[in-house]
Antibody, heavy 117, light 107 residues
């Protein structure tokens, strides 16, 4: 079955970068887009962007342009989301999620990123 | 960007109640709307897609309706397992956008 397994929790200082991974299994990796969605503590869901694992092309939400970078490694069926210039407001759970025709159906378990001095 | 507005933000209800949550899009999205349920500490789960299609395995007490800019999620008879937060999401166009969420609490 479809599995998306994310890397573990991170604690970072303001100004640093974080790179979260999401390993996909149980389906042809290059067939489905993978998204990143974050959720700040006690808040709603915020879409960050999407990557096409087939060719590595990406679309980012405007507010993350220039600060978020999504990449993939087809040899390990893993996608990555790197967020730079971290600030306290970036403290959140970051989810990867697989879509079919843009409908997000399968989610990773989430990765808590804490930004604190 | 398409804005999704959900109401109410919080809803207090009892087991057995009929519950309705509304979602409004800032422009027409056809029927490209999904509803998610999220429980504390867990990832969201899709309940409804294409505005009114029930996801496999989701109980029949959940239903969705609407098109264009106005959508509703209805739980016909609230069960103890249904106390959670619900989100609508449009997937008509990027950026994908979510409603602000509706927390369904025990009355």
């Amino acid at each position: 079955q479809v599995q998306l397994v994310q890397s573990g929790a991170e604690v970072k200082k303001p100004g640093a970068s974080v790179k979260v991974s999401c390993r996909a299994s149980g389906y042809p990796f290059t067939t489905y887009f993978l998204h990143w969605v974050r959720q700040s503590p006690g808040q709603g869901l915020e879409w960050m962007g999407v990557i096409n694992p087939s060719d590595g092309s990406t679309i980012y939400a405007q507010r993350f342009l220039g600060r978020a970078t999504m990449t993939r490694d087809t040899s390990t069926t893993t996608v990555y989301m790197e967020l730079s210039s971290l600030r306290s407001e970036d403290t959140a759970v970051y989810y990867c999620a697989r879509s079919s025709q843009q409908l997000v159906r399968s989610w990773g378990q989430g990765t808590l990123v804490t930004v604190s001095s | 960007d398409l804005q999704m507005t959900q109401s109410p933000s919080t809803l207090s209800a009892s087991v057995g109640d009929r519950v309705t949550i509304t979602c409004r899009a800032s422009q027409s999205i056809g029927t490209w709307l999904a509803w998610f349920q999220q429980k504390p500490g867990k990832a969201p789960n899709v309940l409804i897609y294409k505005a009114s299609s029930l996801e496999s395995g989701v109980p029949f007490r959940f239903s969705g309706s609407g098109s264009g800019t106005e959508f509703t999620l209805t739980i016909s008879s609230l069960q103890p397992d249904d106390f959670a937060t619900y989100y609508c999401q449009q997937y008509d166009a990027y950026p994908l956008t979510f409603g602000g969420g509706t927390k369904v609490e025990i009355k």
